[in-house]
């Protein structure tokens, strides 16, 4: 099973500042299958970003992801209100078809 | 608009059985592979099950293997997970989702709204 570790657990920033969250997988995930998603309380998640890199339809550009093997970050350049929520990255390329614990952005 | 709705929800005993269903409308379900995820209360993300196009492959985690049961019926755009023996462990919110395959990746790009099961005595 691969293993996904997301970091930091927790993120307290401001509006208008830039989020990095990182998730490192225990073996090699092709980027082709790595993904982003953001969910809200109540909410289902939604999804951000796949292929490690592609934002999901109607994700704004302030989104971005990156990373290849075992290393992946999500990029916020910009926090907007309704970015605090938290993330999670998955990976869709060998079953179980794994999530990492998430990362919480909240507002500082 | 292309939509995922879940029901079948609801509480019921260790050891006990419930099916839920996911009613698929707005795209061609036939087209995609289909999966479940779960969360449990206060948790994270849990990939459970997912079921080819036809029907001919399923893939389960561990924890749920000779238990629960994913299955399709193409003709009525519905995706179902049978869930046997159920565990006090099993509680949360069970989501259906598409999963989306391009050359350029593949996710879950669709999701329901989930159906929440409470196992308990």
């Known amino acids: 099973e691969i293993v996904l570790t997301q970091s930091p657990g927790t993120l307290s920033l401001s509006p208008g500042e830039r989020a990095t969250l990182s998730c490192r997988a225990s073996q090699s995930v092709s980027s082709s299958y790595l993904a982003w998603y953001q969910q809200k309380p109540g909410q289902a998640p939604r999804l951000l970003m796949y292929?490690?890199?592609s934002r999901a339809t109607g994700i704004p550009d302030r989104f971005s992801g990156s990373g290849s093997g075992t290393d992946f970050t999500l990029t916020i350049s910009r926090l907007e209100p309704e970015d605090f929520a938290v993330y999670y990255c998955?990976?869709?390329?060998?079953?179980?078809?794994?999530f990492g614990q998430g990362t919480k952005v909240e507002i500082k | 608009e292309v939509q995922l709705v879940e029901s079948g929800g609801g509480l019921v005993q260790p050891g006990g059985s419930l099916r839920l269903s996911c009613a698929a409308s707005?795209?061609?379900?036939?087209?995609?592979?289909m999966s479940w995820v779960r969360q449990g209360p206060g948790k994270g993300l849990e990939w459970v099950a997912n079921i080819k196009q036809d029907g001919s492959e399923k893939n389960y985690v561990d924890s749920v293997k000779g238990r629960f049961t994913i299955s399709r019926d193409n003709a009525k755009n519905s995706l179902y997970l049978q869930m046997n023996s159920l565990r006090v462990e099993d509680t949360g919110v069970y989501y259906c989702?598409?999963?989306?395959?391009?050359?350029?990746?593949?996710?879950?790009?669709?999701w329901g709204q989930g159906a929440t099961v409470t196992v308990s005595s």
């Open positions: 998955h990976q869709y390329g060998t079953p179980p078809y794994t």
């Open positions: 989702a598409r999963v989306y395959s391009s050359s350029s990746g593949r996710a879950m790009d669709v």
């Open positions: 292929g490690a890199s």
């Open positions: 707005g795209f061609t379900f036939s087209n995609y592979w």
